[in-house]
């Protein structure tokens, strides 16, 4: 999921810095995601999502059941 949102913000040419204020998360925080380091709540997910201009199935599609 990490690399999903890693490719969607690199293609928005977002900084790690500028989605993290959009979704009012800490910087640090955005890199653990896209490192696969941090787990991600729903509601951070959605966030995320939405800054990106995405649905949150763009990230979850292909994540084993």
Do not use: H, W
């Not at 490719?7 to 653990?32: C, H, M, N, P, T």
Request: proline content about 2%; charged content about 30%.
């Amino acid at each position: 999921m990490g690399n999903q949102i890693r490719k969607a913000r690199k293609k928005k040419g977002l900084s790690q810095e500028q989605l993290a204020f959009d979704a009012d998360v800490v910087r640090s925080y955005i890199g653990g995601i896209e490192r696969g380091e941090r787990n991600v709540s729903f509601l951070t997910l959605i966030k995320i999502a939405e800054c990106l201009g995405c649905d949150v199935a763009k990230f979850t599609k292909g994540i084993p059941k």
